[in-house]
């Protein structure tokens, strides 16, 4: 039986891992919106990209407003402790 080691991840891959959601709402936010305003058939596919938007907006919101709490704690304890830790390659 073949045991797989997998190592711990990169700082690269985890910038990535962290930057990726904001690349496809920064790609979908524009046309989710050019979408809903340029609809002249009225083919009710507006909702559909409505609700796309404000799902990526929203996880986005959340996404950065913990970290921007992971980065002020780990500031206000000099580098020390980071809650929930998606800050600490600032450090």
């Known amino acids: ?3 797989h080691s ?8 985890i910038l990535y ?13 524009p046309v989710g919106v050019w979408m809903t ?14 609700r796309m938007t404000q799902a990526h907006c929203i996880a986005i919101g959340v996404d950065q407003g913990l970290w921007w709490l992971d980065l002020l704690v780990g500031l206000a304890s000099g580098g020390r402790w980071f809650p929930i830790g998606v ?5």
Request: charged share 15%; net charge negative.
């Open 1 to 3: 039986q073949q045991q």
């Open 6 to 13: 997998s190592s711990p991840p990169t700082r690269g891959s």
């Open 17 to 29: 891992g962290a930057t990726f959601l904001c690349n496809i709402t920064l790609t979908l936010g």
């Open 37 to 50: 305003t340029n609809d002249q058939n009225h083919d009710h596919n507006n909702e559909y990209w409505d």
């Open 87 to 91: 800050a600490r390659y600032v450090f």
